[in-house]
């Protein structure tokens, strides 16, 4: 049985800002450790249909979270969809089907996550109430800095 999850936040940027914060490898290592200063981070991007997303986070370089996507849809600032292929220090791995939109509110995003293809609740779980909300925090609190700068 494959399970799946839906996270949203409204995020006070236009869908090109939080689009482009999202895909931009150098912004990227901006809101992945915008919260956490002494996390390392490596970014490899190909936007396009077929291209790929590399990507490695963590406190130690022998401790790191590794995630390859694929890309299946790029249409910038609407929507990506990719497949996720992801591992933790400990060396369990994932495969999971990732969707994202990003609809324009007045000015504001809501940016919408729907993540499928988990084998697990307790993973599932884990990605709704902690990575994905994680991820929110930082990339909000990453274009909040820019607007004041």
């Known amino acids: 049985m494959s399970h799946e999850l839906k996270a949203e936040r409204l995020i006070d940027a236009t869908p090109e800002e939080v689009f482009d914060a999202y895909t931009d490898p150098e912004q990227m290592n901006g809101w992945f450790t915008i919260l956490d200063p002494g996390m390392m981070v490596e970014n490899e991007v190909d936007l396009r249909v077929g291209g790929k997303w ?60 729907v993540q499928s293809g988990f084998q697990d609740e307790s993973s599932r779980d884990f990605f709704a109430t902690t ?15 820019r607007k004041t700068v």
């Open 54 to 113: 590399v990507s490695a986070w963590g406190f130690s370089r022998d401790e790191m979270f590794r995630e390859t996507q694929v890309f299946e849809v790029v249409d910038r600032p609407h929507r990506l969809v990719s497949r996720s292929s992801g591992s933790s220090p400990d060396g369990q791995s994932q495969e999971t089907r990732v969707e994202i939109t990003f609809q324009d509110e007045g000015g504001k995003t809501l940016m919408t996550i």
């Open 131 to 145: 990575a994905w909300e994680g991820f929110f925090d930082r990339i909000s609190a990453y274009l909040s800095a």
